[in-house]
Structures are given as structure tokens and as C-alpha cells.
T-cell receptor, first 111, second 115 residues
């Protein structure tokens, strides 16, 4: 079963614009991660935010976490055509190493 | 490091045939995960191992699926007999022990088509 659900399912923006994706989850977590998947490839880890953190930055990526609402957002600033991919949030159950992925957001960045 | 290596990259087989997917994790990684990805169900965790021992196989769909990890550098996922609904991309991933968190490195996947 999926722990996280992403919103929107698909997003199309112009190069240079910002892209925001949201993730909601159901149970207590140790941390939340975001991964990217290019078409036909495996998933690549982008960023991890721990349950006691509220915001984290990495280059053009900004992740927020609201544990009271069980939600997270991923912001990609100044998007590029190369950012076109699917983005997944993933959470691990507090008592195990099972990493459960959300349904993903398909991002298209138009040149 | 060459990363997580999966083979075959593509497999087309007929219903009823046995399918074996292979995975070589990154050296030193202590956890190995098998996932299945379909359009309908997204990414599903099938099974994961710690130090070659299966920890949780609750995601394995049914008895037709089995997974083994005979040593730290090799794992297999077997489907016998295969059915058309098994068509999916199967990913292997291993965990970075040094990260201190559950960060996974994925292989490129094995795309399975069962006719």
C-alpha cells in the first residue's frame, strides 16, 4: 500500500518558472525523502528531511515538512528542461526500514 | 562504483515461463530492496533483505514470487509461473549504510513483459 500521495499528478510549466509538488502521508515517520525518476531509468535520491526538521535546501531544491499535517512540499526554483521527470516522495515507517513511495508527480518543463 | 546492477534490462516471455531477475548491490550496502512499478499500482515494495536475510516479504504478491540473497553481492527475484499481470518494471535498490538514514540507490530496472 502507498504511504504517500502526491499532488498534482502532473504539472506543466515553462522553463524558468518554479515548480511545487506536494506529498501527504498517513503514519508517523522517521524522515521523508524525495526522489526523481527520468523516463526509463531508476529513481535517484534528491533530498532527505528528518521528522524534527521543518525546512531544508539543496541547490535549487527546497523541501518543507509539516508533521502535524503529515505533509511535505518540494519546490524546484528556476526550472530547466532537464528537470522534466517524475518526482516521488518516500517515507519510512517509524519501526522499520521499509521505504514506501507515493504515487508521484510528472513534471514537464517546456523550453 | 558501478552502482546497483540489474539484469536483464528487458525480458519478454510467454505466460507460464519462469523468469529470473538478478541484482548486484553496491559493495558495502547492508540492505537490499526489490520494488515493482506499474502504471496502475505505482511503486510497490516486494521484499527487503538485511545482511542477506529476508526481513519483510509481505509485499510479495503470491507464492509464484520468490527472492533469494545467497551472498552480499547477489540477489534474485524469481517468478514461476509468470502471468501477463506480472508485466512491470522491477527495481532493485540497496541502502547506503554510511548515510545514517534509509537512503536508497536504485538500479536501472528490469522491464518484464509477459505475453
Amino acid at each position: 500500500s502507498q504511504q504517500g500521495e502526491e499532488d498534482p499528478q502532473a504539472l506543466s510549466i515553462q522553463e524558468g518558472e518554479n515548480a511545487t509538488m506536494n506529498c501527504s502521508y498517513k503514519t508517523s515517520i522517521n524522515n521523508l525523502q524525495w526522489y526523481r525518476q527520468n523516463s526509463g531509468r531508476g529513481l535517484v535520491h534528491l533530498i532527505l528531511i528528518r521528522s524534527n526538521e521543518r525546512e531544508k535546501h539543496s541547490g535549487r531544491l527546497r523541501v518543507t515538512l509539516d508533521t502535524s499535517k503529515k505533509s511535505s512540499s518540494l519546490l524546484i526554483t528556476a526550472s530547466r528542461a532537464a528537470d522534466t521527470a517524475s518526482y516521488f516522495c518516500a517515507t519510512d515507517e517509524a519501526s522499520s526500514y521499509k521505504l514506501i513511495f507515493g504515487s508521484g508527480t510528472r513534471l514537464l518543463v517546456r523550453p | 562504483d558501478a552502482g546497483v546492477i540489474q539484469s536483464p534490462r528487458h525480458e519478454v516471455t510467454e505466460m507460464g515461463q519462469e523468469v529470473t531477475l538478478r541484482c548486484k548491490p553496491i559493495s558495502g550496502h547492508d540492505y537490499l530492496f526489490w520494488y515493482r512499478q506499474t502504471m496502475m499500482r505505482g511503486l510497490e515494495l516486494l521484499i527487503y533483505f538485511n545482511n542477506n536475510v529476508p526481513i519483510d516479504d509481505s509485499g510479495m504478491p503470491e507464492d509464484r514470487f520468490s527472492a533469494k540473497m545467497p551472498n552480499a553481492s547477489f540477489s534474485t527475484l524469481k517468478i514461476q509461473p509468470s502471468e501477463p499481470r506480472d508485466s512491470a518494471v522491477y527495481f532493485c535498490a540497496s541502502r547506503d549504510r554510511g548515510s545514517g538514514a534509509n537512503v536508497l540507490t536504485f538500479g536501472a530496472g528490469s522491464r518484464l513483459t509477459v505475453l
